[in-house]
C-alpha cells in the first residue's frame, strides 16, 4: 500500500517560515521523481516545486522563487518544501506528489494559512 504523509503545515504570520515534510512507504522512493503542489480555495491545483529521483536540483514556480528550496531525503524516504518569507497569498493545501513513468501517487494535504 502506497502511502504519502505530509506534515508541518499550520498557521504563520507574513513574513514568517514554516517546513513541510513528506513521508513515503509502498514504493522504492529513490525511482520517484517528487513534486510538491498546492490548491488554494476556487483555484485549481498548481505545480510549486519538484525535485528529481537523481537528487537534481529543485525546479520552483516563478511564484515562489527565491523563497522556497525542495530538498529529498532517500535514506529516510522523505521530501522537504522550506517556506520562507510566507505571504497571504501562498495560503493553500499543499500536497506531496510522487511520479515515476505511469506511477503517479498523491498524498491527503496539509494546511498552510498565512494570515496576520
Known amino acids: 500500500q502506497v502511502q504519502l504523509v505530509e506534515s508541518g503545515g499550520g498557521l504563520v504570520q507574513p513574513g514568517g517560515s514554516l517546513r513541510l515534510s513528506c513521508t513515503v512507504s509502498g514504493i522504492t522512493f529513490k525511482w520517484y521523481d517528487m513534486n510538491w503542489y498546492r490548491q488554494a480555495p476556487g483555484k485549481e491545483r498548481d505545480l510549486v516545486a519538484s525535485?528529481?529521483?537523481?537528487?537534481?536540483?529543485?525546479v520552483y514556480a516563478d511564484s515562489v522563487k527565491g523563497r522556497f528550496t525542495i530538498s529529498r531525503d532517500n535514506a529516510k524516504n522523505a521530501v522537504y518544501l522550506q517556506m520562507t518569507g510566507l505571504k497571504p497569498e501562498d495560503t493553500a493545501v499543499y500536497y506531496c506528489n510522487a511520479h515515476w513513468t505511469s506511477d503517479i501517487y498523491w498524498g491527503q494535504g496539509t494546511q498552510v494559512t498565512v494570515s496576520s
Open positions: 525535485i528529481s529521483h537523481d537528487l537534481g536540483t529543485g
